[in-house]
């Protein structure tokens, strides 16, 4: 299917279309309705089976002068007629334990398909979340870079405007040179970055996006609420989707024990039948007419032990269910433990990266003027300058930490759902100076001009 391309959109928009567009997603909710009609399939097993048969067929006789004679017949010659029969035939099953446990068995795997559904619903919003702020990331990134780039290529021109006079020697201008084209370079390679994320996030949904809501500077960067790490511990262990869908198959594999034990049992069927048949043979006149009612019994004596072997394949298989439950329990907690200890950490991170900020920009500012008055080298004020970027780019990785690791926090507690993204897209606003992915998806497009005094830089 060929992309379509969309407006500018924001989280909510982009997970909505994800819902209704994702591949995925398409295959594991037919999958679901596949599963589902197991159930009537098995249904139809433990209700009356009724079937019809008939026929007719044309008989070609020939006779030859022995059988006449013995016959008795004055003349001899070829005879043909024609022969038809019907039959009705009604069972219903009285008792048959593998029918009913196989119908069990079937709501159970309908059940745990269900739960792998919402769950893979659940990683997929996950996802397009994770998509979406990689995007920004990126795209901040980007903005940082080629704000860098642009105080690079002024201290650049400064230096050989001084040395041209005479004032600095060539060694600054190559130390200029230098840090001038390792920003640019990163600065390329952030908008290959850039790109391949944009991608990213429209694989999800199958929509291009020329551009995307940002995240405000206003986002509170708060402890996970409750503040508990057992509460969280506690959600995980009831409602941690992989986890329930785990256990789910524990039933399952239960009622397949119980299916495979089913086939020592004997069976007892009602049986109904109506036979009707007629002849035009010469030598015949008349039709046969039969009904009859009664009861069917099966008892498997010996089956050269395959149901033995299947009861203790199934058995194993519970137990494999078992252990597959157990090992997503202890994974949940790991997880969940994990990503709120990360959290916690990411509140502490963000307020130091944003002090980092505040203090290279007034040691980059002190070391710009050390410069200007002749007690610093040209190599102390292109540190600086790498510092103070390299201030800003963590800054804004750990603010994206932060929402990624609260994600991940909700997710394998198994609360995080489109409300949660909600919430998180009443934090977006629209971006004065978008750089985005054009229709052919080649060149990152936005506004080169970097207002370098709001970082705390002098134009």
Do not use: C
Not at 258 to 283: F, I
Not at 427 to 444: C, K, M, S, T, Y
Request: charged share 20%; aromatic share 6%.
């Amino acid at each position: 299917m060929a992309s379509q391309v969309a407006q500018a959109a924001d989280l909510l928009t982009i997970a909505q279309d994800a819902l209704l567009n994702n591949a995925s997603l398409a295959a594991d909710r037919a999958g679901v309705n596949a599963t589902q009609e197991g159930e009537a399939i098995a249904r139809g097993s433990l209700l009356p089976q009724v079937t019809a048969n008939g026929n007719i067929t044309r008989y070609h006789v020939s006779n030859s002068e022995s059988s006449r004679a013995s016959s008795g017949l004055a003349s001899g010659g070829d005879s043909t007629y024609n022969s038809s029969a019907i039959e009705l035939q009604a069972t219903q099953s009285l008792f048959d334990a593998t029918n009913w446990y196989t119908l069990q068995a079937a709501k159970r795997q309908s059940a745990q398909e269900s739960l792998n559904f919402s769950n893979n619903r659940q990683v997929m919003l996950y996802n397009v979340a994770s998509a979406y702020f990689e995007v920004l990331r990126a795209k901040e990134l980007l903005d940082t870079y080629r704000a860098a780039e642009a105080a690079y290529q002024r201290q650049l021109d400064q230096t050989r405007e001084q040395f041209d006079v005479g004032v600095i020697a060539s060694t600054d201008v190559r130390e200029a040179e230098a840090s001038y084209d390792s920003a640019r370079a990163q600065r390329i390679s952030q908008e290959s970055i850039l790109r391949v994320n944009f991608e990213a996030l429209e694989q999800l949904t199958g929509k291009q996006y020329p551009s995307i809501d940002r995240l405000s500077d206003e986002l509170p960067i708060q402890p996970p609420e409750p503040t508990s790490r057992q509460a969280w511990v506690e959600m995980a262990s009831t409602q941690n989707l992989a986890l329930r869908a785990a256990r789910a198959g524990i039933d399952l594999a239960r009622e397949n024990v119980k299916v495979a034990r089913a086939g020592h049992l004997p069976t007892l069927s009602a049986v109904a039948n109506y036979q009707y048949g007629d002849s035009n043979r010469s030598n015949y006149i008349g039709y046969d007419e039969s009904n009859s009612i009664g009861l069917q019994a099966t008892l498997p004596i010996y089956t050269g032990g395959s149901t033995s072997a299947q009861v203790r394949q199934n058995t194993y298989s519970l137990e494999q269910a078992q252990f597959t439950a157990e090992e997503q329990l202890r994974t949940a907690v790991q997880q969940v433990s994990s990503f709120f200890a990360q959290a916690n950490n990411d509140v502490l991170t963000v307020e130091a990266r944003q002090r980092a900020i505040v203090s290279n920009r007034a040691a980059l500012q002190a070391t710009q003027d050390g410069y200007d008055a002749g007690t610093r080298t040209i190599l102390d004020v292109l540190t600086a300058q790498q510092n103070y970027y390299t201030a800003l780019s963590d800054y804004a990785s750990a603010r994206y930490d932060y929402v990624l690791n609260m994600l991940s926090l909700r997710q394998q507690a198994g609360v995080l759902d489109v409300d949660t993204l909600d919430v998180l897209n009443r934090w977006l606003v629209v971006d004065d100076n978008p750089i985005r992915i054009d229709a052919q998806g080649e060149q990152p497009i936005g506004d080169a001009q970097i207002d370098l005094s709001q970082m705390g830089m002098q134009q």
